[in-house]
């Protein structure tokens, strides 16, 4: 893995954002840029990061970790679900498919933990034992698996607000995905989730809950974000004292995991006493060093190679694949 030192190096080169006249109307989202044409979405992974629903700064070599994983995954996966990719033409560029987003984002939990308001533990600690509709168990404690994967499912947030908790009944009553597509949604993201679990346990890795965005394309039901990144998905380091990373409280204290994701970010936050209000503190050069190693630790672990720095998007790659 890099060096802390060549990351601390690179933190002047990241990827603010991007400027490529003629490839389409340009959509700028908190960690991506996205330019439409012809029925193409072209998505460019900066280096943003964002948490508590506000871009919080920038951690080098993200989006290249974001992107290449996700594809990664993809491939993983692909005899489970269909997903937007067309191509994938450079280290921070994907070519997708044009597709209908549905309204609701699906977060799927295999553990209950979690800091802000709409977590499953903060919900569970103020009490709440059907949280999203589903029945909890008395004496849970942080960090615990649950019996089951469960899905939270919300409406898709708008940047500075958080997301609106759901029922899966009340998404089928609202009408916002139609009883069978939901049914199909479900299982989709339930298979995704326990094999994204197996692959993360065999690298050394927890999978704790992860959010997948669906669509459609032609009418059928599509991946179209990216999924199981450090971004989109809650990773633990293992504990080999644990090997199903089972986490009931060791002496009076709740068994706190060590995070592989941006987690770790929000934590330091968290600490210097912000939650997403008011103007932001401003990391410091050694821990944006220190996120950015998670980001490749994770990258590594995963697909067992040691992550390689690419060249930032140029033009010219993307439309070369553009005419293909």
């Known amino acids: 893995m ?3 030192q060549e990351l601390l190096d690179a933190i002047p080169n990241c ?8 490839l389409g109307e340009k959509y700028e989202g908190k960690v991506r840029d996205v330019y439409m044409q012809n029925g193409r979405r072209i998505l460019i992974t900066t280096d943003r990061v964002s948490a508590f629903d506000r871009v919080l700064g920038l951690i080098p070599y993200k989006g290249q970790v974001l992107n290449q994983l996700s594809a990664w995954w993809f491939e ?3 005899d489970l679900a269909r997903n937007h990719v067309i191509a994938v033409p450079d280290p921070n560029v994907t070519i997708a498919h044009e597709a209908q987003p549905l309204p609701v984002e699906v ?3 295999g553990y209950i933990t979690g800091v802000t ?3 499953l533990w903060y919900l569970y600690e103020q009490g709440e034992r059907r949280p999203y509709g589903i029945q909890l168990p008395d004496g849970l404690c942080k960090n615990d ?3 089951e994967p469960i899905i939270t499912p919300t409406t898709k947030a708008v940047q500075g607000g958080h997301d609106e908790r759901l029922t899966e009944a009340e998404i089928v009553a609202q009408g916002l995905v139609e009883a069978d597509l939901w049914e199909e949604v479900r299982e989709t993201a339930v298979s995704l989730f326990k094999r994204g679990q197996e692959i993360a346990a065999r690298a050394g890795l927890i999978l704790v ?6 669509g459609l394309v032609n009418g059928r039901l599509t991946l179209i974000d990216e999924i199981h990144t450090p971004d989109s998905s809650r990773y633990w380091l293992a504990d080999p004292a644990r090997p199903q990373g089972f986490s009931k409280p060791l002496g009076s204290s709740p068994y ?3 995070n592989y994701d941006k987690e770790f970010m929000r934590q330091w936050y968290a600490a210097q006493g912000y939650r997403g209000d008011g103007t932001p503190p401003t990391m410091p050069p050694d821990l944006i060093a220190q996120i950015a190693a998670r980001y490749l630790a994770t990258f590594e672990k995963l697909i067992g190679t040691v992550f390689t720095p690419g060249p930032q998007p140029a033009a010219e790659r993307i439309w070369e694949n553009l005419k293909g």
């Open 15 to 22: 990827l603010d954002s991007t400027d490529f006249a003629g």
């Open 107 to 109: 977060v799927v939990r």
């Open 209 to 214: 809950d992860t959010k997948y965005e669906m």
């Open 76 to 78: 993983q996966t692909a």
């Open 145 to 147: 698996p649950l019996p």
């Open 256 to 258: 706190e995991p060590e």
């Open 117 to 119: 308001k709409t977590s």
């Open 2 to 4: 890099l060096t802390h």
